[in-house]
């Protein structure tokens, strides 16, 4: 089993920034790729951030030049920095991460708890 626990989120001001990290733990023999999905009230959850064991990066347009994502692959972490934040970045933030437990068995999509980021005023 792997578990990944999600730190950080709170309430913070227009144009403040915060950040949050989401550690994978368990049985994990590679993780892929690590990101981050959000969803507000009444809409669908959408990517935010992906980030690849690579280093490869992918962002939402919504949140291009203002959001960061990074990995710590010994430590099976991912972080999103988020600056110049507006009230629209509003949402419950998942970490995502497809991670194989093993060499020859499939990858499986794992997902955390969930924190909420409130921008507001």
């Known amino acids: 089993q792997v578990q990944l626990v999600e730190s950080g989120g709170g309430l913070v001001q227009p144009g403040g920034s915060l950040s949050v990290s989401c550690a994978a733990s368990g049985s994990i023999f590679r993780i892929n790729v690590m990101g981050w999905y959000r969803q507000a009230p009444g809409k669908e959850r959408e990517l935010v951030a992906a980030i690849t064991s690579g280093g490869s990066t992918n962002y939402a347009d919504s949140v291009k030049g203002r959001f960061t994502i990074s990995r710590d692959n010994a430590k099976n972490t991912v972080y999103l920095q988020m600056n110049s934040l507006k009230p629209e970045d509003t949402a419950v933030y998942y970490c995502?991460?497809?991670?194989?437990?093993?060499?020859?068995?499939?990858?499986?999509?794992?997902w955390g708890q969930g924190t909420q980021v409130t921008v507001s005023s």
């Open positions: 995502n991460a497809e991670v194989r437990v093993a060499v020859y068995i499939p990858p499986y999509d794992y």
